[in-house]
């Protein structure tokens, strides 16, 4: 079974699912890196050494290599990447493709109007919705946007990214936790707009009014770094915040493992956010925006994390209020968190659900799980007020 999965560069949210397929694959599979990474990621501690990978090829360096295996390939699994002309030509071939997409309307649906619009998604998918082309949703309103265009129909199922699994004893996990009078809560990304970090402080200042003890672990760095940390200060919170800057993600991972609760508080323009898998896989329990696009997919509201609607902070902070009440649950939710992201959200499970897919579309079956990795996706409507500005 020959696969090609083709993408703009190879990071740590690709290679657990790539390393899987590898695994079970060997030499007939290979990653495409079309272009190199952006500093931005790098510094941010995103920096893979594409050439120490065995599988992974560099199409700016070996392009017609890359062509080859691709026409060669059984199957190809495209995600993003300028360079569309790589597998164009094989879109139209009768040969089997999964196209990985998030939204392509996070900044408003009413865009999908556009005649220009309509004509280059036309040119890019619409127009090969009778061939074997599918569409994995990188996100739950992924398919609510497709299916404004009509394209992929009955072809939409449920992806996303799948960073590094952690598998470990429940309770040798719990017991990396401090002790549970003092909460400890974990924020990690960009300080930018989108991702609403004021948020953490404002609701910390709420915690302390009502003498609740906790520490807030905030990682990453942005924009809006010196302003949450004048807002931090002017609301007597220094005890409260460890600011960290950048980290690696094994250094992330481990500080989320020492957590009981993570919050993730970007708005609609979040993707995905492979910080849930990363966290739920800590063993926390998650308080998440509904609207970001992995958040529907990985959790049950009430069952293994939080959901708050409509990315409003009124609905955020009375969440939290809620989870610091019942200590319990919030044990209970991050214990089920760990097995949502163990048993059936990794990359192992979406590697194996990838072969069986293939496996069974050749036989003309298809079989799909109830749901995970390859599941249907669900059109779930995206009707979110588009007020924020843009993705940044």
Known sequence: ?????????????????SDALYEKLGEDYHFIQTEPMEEERVR?????????????????????????????????????TLRTDLFEKRLGSGK???????????????????????????????????????????GA???????????????????????????????????KKPDREELHLVWAGRMIALKHPEFVVR???????????????????????????????????EENFKMYGFLEPEAVRDLMEGCHIHLFTSNYLEGWGAVVNEAMNAGCCVLANAQTGAAPYLIKDGEN?????????????????ALFEDRQAVRLMGENAYRTVTELWNAEHAAA????????????????????????????????????????
């Open 96 to 138: 089997l493709t999964l196209r990985i997409s998030e939204r392509i309307y996070r900044e408003g649906q009413w865009k999908f109007l556009s005649p220009r619009g309509l004509i280059a998604k036309y040119k890019e998918h619409i127009r090969y919705r009778n061939k074997p082309v599918y569409l994995l949703c990188a």
């Open 141 to 175: 309103y992924v398919a609510s946007d497709f299916s404004l265009i009509h394209a992929y129909p009955g072809k939409m199922f449920r992806f996303g990214y799948f960073p590094k699994t952690r598998y470990t004893d429940m309770k040798a996990l719990w017991e």
């Open 353 to 392: 659900e990838c072969i069986r897919f293939y496996k069974n579309w050749e036989k003309g079956i298809m079989d799909l799980p109830a749901e995970g990795p390859f599941s249907k996706a669900a059109k779930i409507p995206a009707k979110f007020s588009y007020n924020e500005g843009k993705l940044e």
């Open 1 to 17: 079974m020959k696969t090609v999965f083709i993408s703009n560069y190879i990071n740590h949210h690709q290679i657990p699912f």
């Open 305 to 321: 994390g939080c959901l708050y609607q409509d990315g409003s902070y009124e609905a955020f902070e009375e969440k939290l209020l």
């Open 203 to 237: 609701a910390a200042a709420a915690l302390k009014a009502r003498g609740y003890r906790f520490v807030v672990h905030m990682v990453g760095s942005g924009n809006q770094e010196e302003t949450l940390r004048q807002q931090i200060a002017a609301a007597g919170l």
């Open 44 to 80: 941010m501690g995103w920096a893979v050494d594409a050439k120490k990978i065995p599988y992974v090829i560099l199409a700016y360096e070996e392009e017609e290599r890359c062509r080859q295996l691709i026409e060669e390939a059984d199957l190809v699994l495209a995600g993003w």
